[in-house]
Nanobody, 115 residues
């Protein structure tokens, strides 16, 4: 089994930054994809960014170079650096790990951007 533990959410003002972290524990494959998704109130969960173990990244267009995903393979940890946050970034952010045909999800961490 795999467990994902997220941290780093909170309440910030527009224009500020936050860094989310997600550590994976358990049976971690040598080949996997890690990423972040988010779900705003009343909306479907959407992809934010993904990163392969080799460091290839993919971002949703709306991020517009404000967010950066990275990972530490030795720690099985993925990060999401979020800069220039906007009120529309408010959502629950979920960590995801895909390996061997299975999806694993974290419990979610709330990010609220408000003045």
């Amino acid at each position: 089994q795999v467990q994902l533990v997220e941290s780093g959410g909170g309440l910030v003002q527009p224009g500020e930054s936050l860094r989310l972290s997600c550590a994976a524990f358990g049976s971690i494959s040598s080949i996997n994809l890690m990423g972040w998704y988010r779900q705003a109130p009343g909306k479907l969960r959407e992809l934010v960014a993904t990163i392969t173990k080799g460091g290839y990244t993919n971002y949703v267009d709306s991020i517009q170079d404000r967010f950066t995903i990275s990972r530490d393979n030795a720690k099985n940890t993925v990060y999401l650096q979020m800069n220039s946050l906007k009120p529309e970034d408010t959502a629950v952010y979920y960590c995801n790990l895909w390996q061997s045909g299975h999806d694993y999800w974290g419990q979610g961490t709330q990010v609220t951007v408000s003045s």
